[in-house]
């Protein structure tokens, strides 16, 4: 099966594991602190907090800004993983959505009376920033690791972005998250909610050395709590293969825009059938997202299920939340009707690998394939 993700553990990641279990810090420590700062670095941010996945720090995040407005509306995207909007719902907050693009899959200008924003760079595609105007943005940067906008990247403009770095995204250790900040303030508080909300601010923790520079006599910083928070933490093993992957992130987002530009140039005797994904230099691409333009030919999941007992699996695209999600079955009479574009992509689209370990033979058999498939009906 030529997998949608697909993760190859090297040496390298055997030894620096192995160098995490001989130290015997498992919780959070050195291998966490040390991503956070080159995480930062990479991003282009001076802070950065690692949570124990993107989830946890979309919710870490709009758990900080009910400190800062009363509105409860956030403005989103309707087409997305359905853990956008749960990280809203559950946060307390209630989701607005505005339509998409068709060929970029974000949102397009939608500006409403609220504080909140969370654009989500679908893909890897970045969401048109410029063209939205609001109090707060948290960026959903999950999909989108290295993307650029405006010669920045995605997670450097917001007030925080958020990423994600499970097993199929570009930057993969299996679970985790990460939060990119330039505001001290909202770091500070955002390393609290991670943590119980105790009272520690350091970047770095000394105890290890014996030492803390703000424990006091009957008083200590990690077991003093100012607020009601989270248990968001994450492990010095993630930290350690992410530290690996880091290394070589801009080879694999390298390799991810050859794969889909190779993918496009051999598929352009079926784009009247299936919309093709823009290439963008600027784009850090997470799959290879494909659109039935003409269902009458192939319906999106037949196209699934042949591609699949070839030997190529799929996904489909993600759906429109509030009308296509049964979680969200209540929310279907308000909004469907009103998203065409989301609803037209999440019952048409699927998406493919195209990930640093496919070789030119997987390349060229998937093509071959989807061009079978396809020409077969004509």
């Known amino acids: 099966m030529i997998r949608v993700g697909d993760y190859k553990i090297t040496q390298k990641d055997k030894d620096i594991v192995m160098k995490v279990l001989e130290s015997g810090q498992l919780s959070e420590g050195k ?25 946890s720090a979309l919710i870490a995040c709009l758990s900080v800004l009910k400190n800062y407005t009363l509105n409860r ?15 809203i719902v559950l946060s307390g907050f209630n989701p607005i959505f ?5 060929e970029t899959f974000v949102l397009k200008p939608f500006n409403y009376n609220t504080s909140i924003f ?10 048109d920033l410029d063209k939205f105007h609001y109090q707060y943005t948290i960026g959903d940067c999950c999909e989108a690791h290295g993307s650029l906008y405006n010669s920045r990247k995605v997670g450097s403009i917001e007030d925080m972005g958020c990423f994600s770095f499970y097993i199929a995204h570009n930057i993969q250790v299996g679970d985790m998250g990460a939060i990119t900040t330039n505001n001290k303030e909202l770091y500070e508080q955002l390393k609290a909610i991670k943590a119980h909300g105790r009272l520690c601010k350091c970047s770095i923790c000394t105890r290890t050395q014996g030492t803390c520079p703000h424990k006091k006599e009957q008083f200590d910083p990690r077991f003093t709590h100012t607020i009601i928070a989270y248990n968001f933490k994450t492990t010095e093993i993630q930290a350690a293969l992410g530290l ?9 987002i390298k390799k991810r825009q050859e794969n889909v530009k190779y993918f496009n140039d051999g598929l352009q005797e079926v784009k009247d059938i299936l919309q093709l994904p823009k290439y963008d230099t600027n784009v850090s691409y997470l799959a290879y997202p494909l659109i039935v333009k003409e269902p009458g030919v192939i319906h999106r999941n037949q196209l ?18 509030p009308t296509q999600q049964p979680a969200y079955e209540y929310m279907k009479k308000q909004w469907i009707g009103k998203l065409p574009n989301a609803e037209w992509l999440g019952a048409n689209g699927l998406h493919i690998g195209c990930h640093q370990y496919l070789t030119k033979e997987n390349l060229d058999y998937i093509i071959k394939t989807m061009k079978g498939i396809i020409c077969a009906r004509l």
């Open 31 to 55: 291998m966490v602190r040390e991503f956070e700062q080159k995480w930062a670095e990479f991003i282009g941010t001076k802070y950065c907090v690692l949570t124990n996945s993107g989830t």
């Open 73 to 87: 509306d956030v403005v989103t995207s309707p087409l997305t993983f359905i853990a956008t909007i749960n990280a």
């Open 244 to 252: 690996n992957q880091l290394e070589i992130a801009d080879e694999i």
């Open 304 to 321: 699934c299920k042949e591609l699949e007992t070839r030997g190529i699996e799929t996904r489909p695209l993600f759906a429109c939340v």
């Open 118 to 127: 969370i654009p989500v760079h679908l893909y890897g595609y970045p969401v």
């Open 98 to 102: 505005g339509d998409v693009d068709r």
